[in-house]
């Protein structure tokens, strides 16, 4: 019984891990596609969403059955309940990558602000290092480093700020701006919640290391 | 052994109502202080979010030690997973007010819109309805219910369409109203965040009835 339970275990893990790489793939894609104005990588982002969406209802799936037939305690079903909330979250992250990915297909050539897109796609790098970290310390079981991520989404916050700003200053000088700005707003707050989304996982690793839900980056939510 | 099962699950179903009230309340005063530009109510809101949180780590402490000591199987087991995700929800709602809140405390002196802050207000009421009605669905097990509150998410998505419009409309025609007109979009799109986690406590109402994990309201998620 055991060695079932461990091998389904490695296996959720493994395809909790997999769906990680498939969301973060998916934001990189939008956010690509954002920049260079690629509206074919926009479709590719949204046409392969249903995959991500499959894969965590395969997980809630099989963490459901887990429980109701192997009846884990402790660290085992802590472990099982933190891939129930976290493939959630990694669920919703993938739906922000799909709004950017509508927001390229809706553009039609807008007036562009080359520096603000510049920090998009910085703001867009940070974040994937976060998605690409997270991963990591889920998989390593790494409270510390989860922690380590956490505090990098106060990084990401700032972004958002900044870009919220530069957006407003531009608008103000030159009306011309406003639609293509209002573009960027949107998609730096896409961003900016992905981080949002980052941060819960980084809750639930430490949740599962120590049992206590703790909530991280209070300091820095707007 | 079961009749203290059925007696602590129906604790757990009153802790998470009153969760719910918690939490609308917090949204319909920060978006009252918002319109009235009162930044005493405002700073209440901030004030007593820490009882929201609590109440999500007390959630989450009784279901997870009503999994581990009752080892509740199909329903049973389902219902506190559910309460599990759905306090999720409800907090990270709660969270959003919070940011409505600090929204009001920050504003100094903007020029304001009155119109677009009536439909800032007729956007709330909407998800005021939805927030009530999901506690009532939840509270009853009404998944017909859930999907009908989910289809109102919608709706809200249309007031935050039709607010950004509005807001970029102003701020084109004049360049006084951009940082007053920015507020106005962020508060929309925390608004329009609280409609999706209703829509995503809808979701697990769902699931609590059928077993099967399902996205609602796709076709308007942007």
Known sequence: M???????????????SEMGMMVNEAIYKSVKAFINH????AKEVIANDHFINERELDLEKRSFEMI????????DLRIIVTV??????????????????KSTIRVKGNKRIPEIEAEIADMADKVKVMVEEVLEAYVKNDSKKAKKIAKMDGEVDLYFKQIYKSCIEEMKANSEIVVGASDYMLVAGYLERI?????????W???LST?????LNTTNKK
């Open 2 to 16: 055991r060695r079932v339970f461990e091998e389904e275990l490695n296996d959720l893990h493994l395809r909790f």
């Open 38 to 41: 690629d509206k074919e990588l």
């Open 68 to 75: 109701a037939l192997q009846q884990p305690v402790t660290t």
């Open 84 to 101: 129930m909330k976290a493939s959630s979250d990694l669920e919703r992250m993938a739906d922000h990558a799909v709004s950017i990915a």
């Open 195 to 203: 981080g949002d989304y980052v941060t819960n996982i980084c809750e």
């Open 205 to 207: 690793i430490v949740y």
């Open 211 to 215: 049992g206590k839900v703790s909530e």
